[in-house]
């Protein structure tokens, strides 16, 4: 005779309170993600349902309260390594939330209609990455859909969207500084156009050369537009000026890239004859060699500190700007200046 198997049943909320030590109604508040939670009842909760593989019922959570429990990753033109590093913040953190990710590309024409979908979807919030987060286009979409978004590195102030961020400023100056501490006097720099984190950056690289009494040179700067190719063109203007660069410190990693392969074209080697900095932390600055000395910008973290933006209740505050920290990582791209 053959046998059928008999589905596995479903743990219930009961079940995950007395495993944890607590109320059904506790476990139901950290399911729905209301604040009324000790952080250690929290924890052991999350842990419960864990043992137990518990997932809550969607569908019920939905009907017995105003959210989806939906949220939505929009991303488009800022590279898929980007991309994926912040999908994977935002999924984990979504899942301890007990809430569900879907994800949009945006390509240039098709704002509206995506912003139609998210409402259609009924999502309680959108995570919007750069460069889409000073993409006025989209924004404007996604307002008059009265979707509530929250933005990854914005460009500029929002007056209604909670954002999260570093301080470009002083990533850039503590790079900068790194470099003169390795005896480095004549530094490049290539910006990043005249977007707002090109610019903090660049504001950084300055006060690090004033703080150390290095007089400022226009000739030591170029503009580069976060490109590997800008970054390679501008590296040759700045190795081809009257002063050459010991150290070029570079907006972002792409443009880092670009300089180390002009160096290598122009008969120069990293780091003996020219140390090169970038911006980012971007996978590929360890896959070059040699690896690249970068600013880490936490962009899982941001994009988990997103979604807790997302999850905070709506009640007429102000909108919630958060600063997360950076890490400056040496690599072998720069080194100790020897004496000429």
């Known amino acids: 005779m053959s046998q059928t198997s008999t589905p596995a049943r479903r743990p219930t909320i009961k079940e995950v309170a007395k495993l944890a030590g607590v109320s059904f109604k506790t476990v139901a508040r950290v399911v729905n993600n209301e604040p009324s939670v000790t952080a250690e009842r929290r924890e052991a909760v999350h842990k419960a349902m864990t043992m137990l593989n518990y ?29 994926a590093r912040a999908q994977t913040g935002a999924i984990r953190r979504c899942r301890e939330a007990g809430y569900q990710l879907i994800v949009e590309e945006v390509v240039p024409g098709s704002e509206t209609e995506v912003a ?18 000073f993409h006025p286009p989209l924004l404007e979409a996604l307002r008059e859909r009265a979707l509530r978004y929250a933005l990854i590195s914005p460009d500029g102030g929002d007056p209604i969207a909670s954002s999260v961020g570093l301080d470009d400023k002083l990533a850039a100056k503590q790079m900068t500084s790194r470099l ?31 703080t150390a009494g290095i007089p400022l040179r226009p000739d030591l700067e170029a503009e580069g537009d976060f ?6 063109v501008a590296a040759r203007q700045l190795l081809g000026g009257p002063v050459r660069p010991s150290a070029i410190f570079a907006a972002n ?15 120069l080697r990293v780091p003996e004859d020219l ?27 941001m994009a988990s500190t997103a979604v807790d933006l997302l999850l905070e209740p709506e009640d007429g505050r102000a909108p919630h700007h958060v600063v997360l920290d950076f890490e400056l990582i040496e690599r072998g791209s720069t080194m100790q200046r020897t004496a000429p």
Do not use: C
């Open 55 to 83: 997932a809550p019922n969607v569908s019920a959570r939905q009907l017995a309260s105003k959210r989806s429990y939906l949220l939505a990753l929009v991303f488009g033109g800022g590279g898929l390594d980007n991309f």
């Open 116 to 133: 139609a979908r998210l409402q259609n979807a009924r999502v309680d919030g959108v995570i919007v990455l750069p460069p889409l987060s």
């Open 180 to 210: 003169i501490a390795l005896g480095h006097r004549d530094i490049g720099f290539i910006s990043g156009g005249d977007r707002r984190a090109s610019t903090y950056r660049r504001i950084g690289y300055r006060a690090a050369l004033e």
């Open 227 to 232: 490109s590997f190719k800008s970054g390679e």
């Open 253 to 267: 990693d792409g443009m880092a890239l670009g300089v180390m392969v002009a160096a290598a074209r122009l008969g």
């Open 275 to 301: 140390s090169v900095a970038g911006f980012d932390d971007m996978p590929y600055a360890k896959l070059v060699w040699p690896e690249l000395t970068t600013i880490r910008r936490p962009l899982r973290e």
